[in-house]
């Protein structure tokens, strides 16, 4: 149980860590290419004042928008800025094109782009050349005489420098988690090491104190049937003799239940849960006949998982006497064992008439000593610790469990892997 939550609790925790870490990288990212943009689009703006080629020096702007831009930038982006203009007139036919700065981009290709993002209508953005060698931001300012001025900026080295950036960052954060991993698996033993010692000492006394009430139990048993023999028997010895019943059983079933907490991995075999399951169900059928109640079973023949056949027949009798005993009254008890539609799994599916539950949180029904009100009836044996039991062994033997509530009849569902 600990090691199950020891490693449950290692990777939530780095699934935390790598979400964190994807959305740290994702945010600098993002705004590593919201910056090159802005700076591209700047210098854009720069292009396209100066009618299409880039200024010598920043005397030859006259917008306030544009001066104030420049701030961002080194002078030295007047010269080391690589850019491409096309000129188009109010036809829509292209009549210059400036493309000396510019060196691994033929004209041709410059034509068929420019007039691409013509057609489109897009003001601003980015395109990428077919070969994929270059990346390119375009931004189109429309001229006085209804024609129109588009200029690219190529941004393939700022964003192969973003590239990299994050190849790093994707090193660096794998490095980080793997450190992270061997960190929580190093340290998390000692973190949950109070609570094993807690549940240890549990266990000790529920064994402890079990032994030790076993023998006053005796005794007043042995009391219980010497005054019957003496006096005869009553409703008094009657009593007193049904609760000496009840305790051992519910001593009993401590025991098993701190026991099968301290045992290991189950000895696994090939078993026959299609007979398992029809030997147990069979054996109650004569009981809901006795009780009134209904008693409907589909248990595919053929079927075996790995498992402890003794374990495996426990759990079984353990869901169907829970379905027997909580079946409402004239309700009906449904065993159904067969093969599922995906993948090589079984399910066992043991249901009951269990009306006016609809709101009830039925995980809890695995809770150790769980019971729900109405369970508290005398007329309702049990101690709320075997579906707790029967939970525990089929984890431990590789399988699943599960409940649900539809139409007033209550399901428990085992899956199990079927045995090749």
């Not at 096309?86 to 400036?98: A, C, M, P, T």
Request: charged share 25%; proline share 1%.
């Amino acid at each position: 149980m600990f090691r199950r939550l020891r490693v449950k609790f290692i990777l939530l925790s780095t699934g935390i860590l790598i979400l964190a870490l994807m959305v740290v990288m994702g945010s600098v990212v993002g705004l590593l290419n919201a910056q090159i943009l802005q700076q591209v689009y700047a210098i854009s703006e720069m292009v396209i004042e100066n009618g299409g080629s880039m200024p010598e020096d920043d005397t030859q702007f006259t917008t306030e928008r544009t001066r104030e831009r420049l701030q961002m930038f080194n002078p030295e982006v007047f010269y080391e800025t690589r850019y491409f203009s096309v000129l188009i007139d109010r036809e829509g036919n292209i009549y210059d094109i400036n493309d000396d700065a510019i060196r691994f981009i033929k004209k041709s290709e410059m034509y068929d782009v420019a007039m691409d993002i013509y057609d489109s209508g897009n003001e601003k953005g980015t395109v990428r050349k077919e070969d994929g060698s270059s990346i390119l931001a375009y931004q189109i300012s429309r001229t006085e005489d209804n024609g129109a001025i588009i200029v690219f900026i190529d941004c393939t080295s700022r964003y192969w420098i973003v590239g990299v950036e994050f190849n790093y960052m994707c090193i660096v954060g794998a490095v980080v988690t793997l450190l992270f991993i061997i960190l929580m698996t190093v340290f998390s033993k000692r973190l949950i090491r109070p609570y094993m010692e807690n549940d240890q000492k549990q266990k000790s006394f529920i064994t402890n104190a079990s032994h030790e009430l076993k023998t006053p139990l005796a005794v007043i048993s042995a009391n219980t049937e010497m005054i019957e023999a003496l006096n005869g028997q009553s409703k008094w010895t009657d009593s007193t003799k049904r609760q000496i019943d009840r305790l051992n059983g519910l001593i009993a079933g401590m025991v098993t239940l701190a026991r099968s907490a301290e045992k290991g991995k189950e000895n696994l075999v090939k078993v026959d849960f299609s007979k398992i399951v029809k030997d147990v169900s069979n054996a109650f059928e004569s009981v809901l006949i006795s009780q009134g109640k209904q008693y409907n079973h589909d248990i595919n023949a053929g079927i075996s998982v790995k498992a402890d056949q003794k374990t495996l027949s426990e759990v079984v009798n353990i869901l169907v006497d829970n379905a027997v005993k909580y079946c409402d009254d004239g309700g009906i008890v449904m065993v159904i064992l067969t093969r599922e539609k995906l993948g090589r799994k079984v399910s066992l599916r043991i249901s009951n008439t269990y009306e006016g539950h609809e709101n009830v949180d039925y995980s809890k029904f695995f809770d150790r000593f769980y019971r729900a009100d109405e369970a508290h009836n005398s007329k309702k044996s049990g101690y709320g610790i075997g579906l707790s039991i029967a939970k525990e062994a089929i984890e431990r033997m590789g399988g699943k469990i599960k409940v649900s509530y539809l139409s007033d009849m209550i399901t428990f569902t085992v899956i199990f892997s079927e045995a090749a």
